[in-house]
């Protein structure tokens, strides 16, 4: 199916551990963004990608790798789980000549 | 950076017209945006407004741009209980694809 998916749609998972929130595209989209959504923050970017091999950080990255080794994937890696990572993750793609920016359905991850 | 600012609650009845306000910081803000947020879902594009614009229409949707007082608004007529759901302004500036969102307005429709 065409669109942009994240996986997995909810985690659980212990302070200090790795987790890798998966986000994959079927457009070749050259732009990708993660955010995360909490209350009272609206949404705030933590990385984002030009295109293949080309990352760079945004608001609030600390805490969080990734990579983009093909266009269509963008995965998010918390190296050391935190509680205050508790959030909403989003993944969202964009076409260099299209303005919308679409939007996966979101990960919730809790860190416990 | 880029500033977005929206109030974070609007309550209406059904039937009547909701307004979405939104400010943002940056002059040389190119597009901008309206996105829609159901409970547990993505955000989906509803309406967007370039920046040599002052209004847009859509259906019941209505996008003004005042550029001098660098506000956006989003005005739903008829509103409906589908309607209830967080609307996000977000926007682009200058040579920047990177949209800022704002923190969502929580529309609340009661019959």
């Known amino acids: 199916d065409a669109g942009i998916t994240q996986s997995p749609r909810y985690k659980i998972t212990e302070t200090g551990r790795q987790v890798t929130l998966m986000c994959h595209q079927t457009?070749?989209?050259?732009?990708m963004f993660w955010y995360r959504q909490d209350l009272g923050h609206g949404l705030r970017l933590i990385y984002y990608?030009?295109?293949?091999?080309?990352?760079d950080k945004g608001e609030v990255p600390d805490g969080y790798v990734v990579s983009r080794s093909k266009t269509e994937n963008f995965p998010l890696t918390l190296e050391s789980a935190t509680r205050s990572q508790t959030s909403v993750y989003f993944c969202?793609?964009?076409?260099?000549?299209?303005?919308?920016?679409?939007f996966g359905q979101g990960t919730r991850l809790t860190v416990v | 950076g880029e500033d977005v600012e929206q109030s974070l609650f609007l309550s209406v009845r059904e039937g009547d017209s909701s307004v979405i306000n939104c400010t943002y910081t940056?002059?040389?803000?190119?597009?901008l945006y309206w996105y829609k947020q159901e409970p547990g879902a993505g955000l989906q594009l509803l309406t967007y407004?370039?920046?040599?614009?002052d209004m847009k229409q859509d259906q019941r949707l209505t996008v003004l741009l005042n550029k001098k007082d660098k506000h956006l608004s989003l005005r739903i007529a008829d509103t409906q209980t589908g309607d209830s759901a967080i609307y996000f302004c977000?926007?682009?500036?200058?040579?920047?694809?990177?949209?800022?969102f704002g923190r969502g307005t929580s529309l609340i429709v009661h019959p």
């Open positions: 457009w070749s989209h050259s732009y």
């Open positions: 969202a793609s964009r076409d260099r000549d299209n303005t919308e920016a679409f």
């Open positions: 940056d002059s040389s803000s190119t597009y």
């Open positions: 990608s030009a295109a293949a091999d080309i990352t």
């Open positions: 977000a926007v682009t500036s200058g040579g920047s694809y990177i949209p800022t």
């Open positions: 407004i370039f920046s040599n614009m």
